[in-house]
């Protein structure tokens, strides 16, 4: 795994990447962290920064762990890892260890936070904004309708917006 600049995320088709490979996050430190699937998120400019958005729904287990860590990664394994996402994406860390059961292995970056080594792309950041979806401001209805009011216990997102501050690559 080696650093990248951020000019390397202009090789990316980011849309798909995130919407069709999709993505781990994952938050906590060697010792203690969790992770997660994601197809929905972005990588775009606010604030004079290259950031990226995630969202997140309270009840994920990762989410206590993205409240709590100042940093977050988002990892791309590729479409070879799809069992990984699948398992990932469908299995809370609240019942599993998910690194154990699928095999993923977790490599540190130098602010400390975790990675894997089957990432082909990992795009590290810093908490800089959390917000929630309100029902009240969806000015499109049927998406409410659809994404929230017609999942039992589906609740709103928590939308995290992080600053990228490190680009790792494994080619
Ligand atoms: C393809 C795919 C994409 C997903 N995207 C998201 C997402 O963007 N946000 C979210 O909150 N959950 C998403 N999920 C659901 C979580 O990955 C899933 O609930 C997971 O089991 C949560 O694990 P945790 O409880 O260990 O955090 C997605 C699941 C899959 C399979």
Redesign the pocket.
């Given at each position: 795994m080696k650093k990248a600049d951020i000019a390397r995320l202009g090789k990316e088709d980011v849309i798909k990447a995130i919407g069709k490979e999709?993505m781990l996050v994952t938050a906590g430190t060697p010792d203690k962290f969790?992770?997660?699937?994601?197809?929905?998120?972005g990588v775009g400019y606010l604030w004079n920064k290259a950031v990226a958005f995630?969202?997140?729904?309270p009840e994920?287990?990762?989410?206590e762990f993205v409240e709590n860590n100042e940093r977050l990664t988002l990892a791309f394994l590729g479409n070879e890892n799809r069992e990984i996402?699948?398992f990932?994406?469908?299995?809370?860390?609240?019942d599993c260890n998910?690194a154990k059961e699928t095999g993923l292995s977790p490599v540190a970056t130098e602010t400390g936070n975790v990675t894997f080594s089957q990432a082909r792309l990992t795009l590290e950041g810093r908490k800089l904004y959390r917000g929630k979806f309100n029902a009240e401001d969806f000015l499109d209805k049927t998406l409410f309708e659809r994404w929230y009011n017609d999942q039992p216990g589906g609740t709103l997102?928590t939308v995290y917006v992080v600053e990228i501050e490190n680009i790792y690559v494994n080619d």
């Open positions: 999709w969790n992770t997660m699937t994601a197809s929905w998120g995630v969202f997140i729904r994920r287990y990762t989410h996402l699948n990932c994406g469908t299995k809370s860390g609240r998910k997102h």
